[in-house]
Antibody
Framework: QLQLQESGPGLVMPSETLSLTCIVS??????????WGWIRQPPGKGLEWIGT???????YYNPTLKSRVTISVGTSKNQFSLKLNSVTAADTAVYFC????????????WGQGTLVTVSS | QSALTQPASVSGSPGQSITISCTGT?????????VSWYQQHPGRAPKLMIY???NRPSGVSNRFSGSKSGNTASLTISGLQAEDEAHFYC??????????FGGGTKLTVL
């Protein structure tokens, strides 16, 4: 079944590192047809693109988050990950992973999203 | 990077047509034909409705159409239905090889 599923802690302490994994089913993350991305949405607010990765490891990041973000592809599993360090309350959001076509820049398949709260 | 500009809200009656605008700059919307539109119902993940300015993915109703003029892209929904009520977001590729979303528009079907 074709799907993406985010997993990770729902609560992160301020100044710590937020870590999420997107488990991909039904399509190989090594396919040359797709890129893989992370998008977040603070409660009651709009969408914000975090970054995108190709299976080869090439990455593209939102410049406002670039200094704190790392996106990587799983080495032995069909998954990719997000790490956001030095988090604050402003990083509280629903985090979505998504699939993007190589031939355009739209996300055609999304995970259900996972709420991450930054609080002590 | 600054978000693309969308109206906060639009509304229309069933059967009518509405248009949502998405204004950027020559560094994003105006510079590329890589504008996409997403529909998001409360508590749900976004759904791709339009890609590459005016292309519909398989399964999306032909009541949804996209266009672009200069630095402004538009999403038009014809024959409004109650189920269309949702938030809509535009997204564009940029000269910095990044992506930027619009602030979102809440569509109300009266």
């Amino acid at each position: 079944q074709l799907q993406l599923q985010e997993s990770g802690p729902g609560l992160v302490m301020p100044s710590e590192t937020l870590s999420l994994t997107c488990i991909v089913s039904g399509v190989s993350i090594s396919s040359t047809s797709y890129y893989w991305g992370w998008i977040r949405q603070p409660p009651g607010k709009g969408l914000e693109w975090i970054g995108t990765i190709y299976y080869s490891g090439s990455t593209y990041y939102n410049p406002t988050l670039k200094s704190r973000v790392t996106i990587s592809v799983g080495t032995s599993k069909n998954q990719f990950s997000l790490k956001l360090n030095s988090v604050t309350a402003a990083d509280t959001a629903v985090y979505f992973c998504a699939r993007r076509y190589s031939s355009n820049f739209s996300f055609d398949l999304w995970g259900q999203g996972t709420l991450v709260t930054v609080s002590s | 990077q600054s978000a693309l500009t969308q109206p906060a809200s639009v509304s229309g009656s069933p059967g009518q047509s509405i248009t949502i605008s998405c204004t950027g700059t020559s560094s994003n919307v105006g510079g590329f034909n890589y504008v996409s539109w997403y529909q998001q119902h409360p508590g749900r993940a976004p759904k791709l409705m339009i890609y590459n300015v005016d292309n519909r993915p398989s399964g999306v109703s032909n009541r949804f159409s996209g266009s672009k003029s200069g630095n402004t892209a538009s999403l038009t929904i014809s024959g409004l239905q109650a189920e269309d009520e949702a938030h809509f977001y535009c997204c564009s590729y940029t000269t910095s090889a990044t992506l930027v979303f619009g602030g979102g528009t809440k569509l109300t079907v009266l």
